[in-house]
Nanobody, 121 residues
Framework: QVQLVESGGGLVQPGGSLRLSCAAS????????MGWYRQAPGKERDLVAT???????NYADSVKGRFTVSRDNAKNTVYLQMNSLKPEDTAVYYC???????????????WGQGTQVTVSS
C-alpha cells in the first residue's frame, strides 16, 4: 500500500502565499513524477505543476511565475509554493505520484485526499 498525505491548505487573501506539502509513504520502491492538480467546483481536475525525479518542473500557464514545485527525494515529498494567489486559484488541490511499489512490475498512479485552498478577502 502507498499513501499520499497532503498538508498546508487554508484560507488566504488575494496576493498572499501558501505552501502545500505531500508526503508519500508505504511500500515504495521508487517514485517517478510527482505533482499537483486542482479541481474547482463544477470543473474538471486540471494539472497545476509536476516535477520529475531529476527535478525538472512543468507548470500550467495560469500559474507560471507565481507557483514553484519542488521535491525532496530522500523524504518522498513534493511541495508547492504558491505566491501572488488569486481568487481563481480557489480549488481543492490534489497531490499525485507515479510510484513503482515494492514487488510490483509496473508504475501506478496514486492520489492524495485533497486539500482546500480558498483565496478570498
Amino acid at each position: 500500500q502507498v499513501q499520499l498525505v497532503e498538508s498546508g491548505g487554508g484560507l488566504v487573501q488575494p496576493g498572499g502565499s501558501l505552501r502545500l506539502s505531500c508526503a508519500a509513504s508505504g511500500s515504495i520502491f521508487t517514485i517517478n513524477n510527482m505533482g499537483w492538480y486542482r479541481q474547482a467546483p463544477g470543473k474538471e481536475r486540471d494539472l497545476v505543476a509536476t516535477i520529475t525525479s531529476g527535478g525538472s518542473p512543468n507548470y500550467a500557464d495560469s500559474v507560471k511565475g507565481r507557483f514553484t514545485v519542488s521535491r525532496d527525494n530522500a523524504k518522498n515529498t513534493v511541495y508547492l509554493q504558491m505566491n501572488s494567489l488569486k481568487p481563481e486559484d480557489t480549488a481543492v488541490y490534489y497531490c499525485n505520484a507515479v510510484v513503482l511499489p515494492r514487488y510490483y512490475m509496473a508504475y501506478r498512479d496514486y492520489w492524495g485526499q485533497g486539500t482546500q485552498v480558498t483565496v478570498s478577502s
